[in-house]
């Protein structure tokens, strides 16, 4: 399963939606569509660049939910996700943002820094009244009993971060990297996890595979769009090239 990872509004603003339609038409499981901040810590220089000249173009968390409700109006189907922080979502009101992302058409959240408890105690009811999924990031260092609640708490898929680093592509994993896929392969969670953060060519999408129910590709992506001068073609040429 490959999922791919970019930022709404960029490299033009109205960008958004064509390379949805790009991807699905080249095989992509699944999309996460990046909102916008002017703080994204935990991500790399690339996708950092990538959020500043989205907000630069005029993105906002409103015209998001537009360009997905118009996605769904041009006949994509494929599961999308909004991924980002929870200020602007915050900004924008959490209970309402959760509505109006559904009503859109989007799938599923991933907000990193959301904390589990608060979670299930505040928002897990608005999030399950309108069917959408909420999605965790677990890394090396995470332990075993919080995936586990992880794991419970959830009901799409869980993000397993390969590294406790900030976002940007890898040209191959460690052993300790390994180890860590396998000890999560061994613990028979109930919802199918997802390794995000280094997936950069068919070597590492493939060896992501071994060990999980897919691989999350976003910095080499976003990279390739920024230099891209045929959208369309090379985001079908980027998609040909991770699945060999």
């Excluded at 390379?19 to 703080?39: M, N, Q, T, W």
């Excluded at 997936?199 to 976003?222: D, E, H, L, P, R």
């Amino acid at each position: 399963m490959l999922s791919v990872f970019y930022t709404a509004g960029f490299p033009k603003l109205n960008d958004t939606v064509s390379i949805a339609k790009s991807l699905e038409e080249a095989g992509v499981d699944f999309v996460e569509i990046g909102i916008p901040f002017s703080d994204p810590v935990a991500d790399g220089p690339t996708i950092q660049e990538s959020n500043k000249i989205a907000l630069d173009n005029g993105m906002t968390v409103k015209l998001l939910l537009d360009h997905v409700r118009e996605i769904r109006k041009q006949g994509i189907s494929m599961p999308i996700i909004l991924m980002g922080y929870l200020n602007p979502v915050m900004q924008y009101g959490m209970e309402k943002f959760v509505k109006d992302a559904a009503a859109a058409g989007a799938d599923g959240l991933i907000l990193p820094d959301m904390p589990l408890y608060e979670y299930e105690e505040v928002y897990k009811k608005s999030f399950d009244a309108v069917n959408l999924c909420n999605t965790f990031l677990i890394s090396p260092t995470t332990s075993e009993e919080r995936i586990k609640k992880i794991d419970a708490a959830s009901n799409g898929f869980i993000y397993a971060v390969s590294a406790s680093s900030t976002t940007g592509a890898k040209s191959d994993f460690s052993d300790d990297q390994r180890n860590y896929f396998s000890r999560l392969k061994s613990m028979s969670l109930k919802n199918p996890y997802l390794i995000g953060f280094g997936i950069s060519n068919n070597a590492t999408f493939s060896s992501a595979c071994k060990y999980s129910a897919g691989a999350i590709v976003g910095s080499a992506f976003v990279s390739m769009l920024k230099t891209s001068s045929s959208i369309d073609s090379d985001i079908k040429n980027f998609v040909k090239s991770l699945k060999g």
